[in-house]
């Protein structure tokens, strides 16, 4: 079945670059996304990939794409404290076009 | 900036109440749907709403209700409200073209005593 996955917890110094992973199951998704959700709130659209690409780049933003290893990858550079959330990676499948997102990785970042 | 709006943000209630959660998008999105989220925890879709009149359930089974009215309304409601229905609920909005890019409310944390 459908299935995503995310390393739970990680931990990086302000300024340095935070590189998030996923996996997922679904070799058919169409398109994969980031979503930033802070304490309290929704989540917010980081940015999305189509599944024909490589990699997208979007200010302090890197998104890779290995389709044949089903991995994908964020990379923020110069990782600030506002920059402390959990983020979630979404594959669009399934029979209506529905989001499955991992668990979420908890991104912590200290002086 | 997604204009998809959700009151109340927060609310607490004695179980057995029936409660509405609102959501409204000024998108003119089709696409509307709302999920369920433990606290840190991930998302299980539990309704959506192709369009006005069409409701369906999603993949995390709940005693909750939806109706499609009107394209920028999508209500939540649960006539009977239970402690295990304690939860945050999100509601999304998406229109059709392209990556069909879902933008999330603010959610209603839920509490039921």
């Known amino acids: 079945g459908e299935d995503v996955e995310q390393s739970l917890f990680l931990s990086v110094r302000e300024g340095d670059s935070s590189v998030i992973n996923c996996t997922y199951t679904d070799s058919s998704s169409t398109y994969l996304y980031w979503y930033k959700q802070e304490p309290g709130a929704g989540l917010q659209l980081l940015t999305y990939?189509?599944?024909?690409?490589d990699m997208k780049q979007d200010q302090r933003l890197t998104v890779l794409l290995n389709k044949k290893d089903k991995h994908l990858s964020l990379r923020i550079a110069d990782t600030q404290t506002g920059d402390s959330a959990i983020y979630f990676c979404a594959e669009r499948g399934g029979g209506y076009n529905k989001l499955i997102f991992g668990a979420g990785t908890r991104l912590a970042v200290h002086p | 900036e997604a204009d998809i709006y959700q009151t109340p943000r927060y609310l607490v209630i004695g179980t057995g109440k029936k409660i509405t959660l609102e959501c409204s998008q000024t998108m003119g999105h089709d696409k509307m749907y709302w999920y369920q989220q433990d606290p840190g925890m991930e998302l299980h879709l539990i309704h959506y709403s192709y369009g006005v009149n069409s409701t369906e359930k999603g993949d995390l089974s709940s005693e909750s209700t939806v109706s499609r009215i009107r394209t920028e309304h999508f209500p939540l409601t649960l006539e009977s409200a239970r402690p295990s229905h304690t939860s945050q609920y999100l509601c999304?909005?998406?229109?059709?073209?392209?990556?069909?890019?879902?933008?999330f409310g603010p959610g209603t944390r839920l509490t039921v005593l």
């Open positions: 999304a909005s998406s229109v059709v073209v392209g990556a069909d890019t879902q933008y």
């Open positions: 990939i189509f599944s024909n690409m």
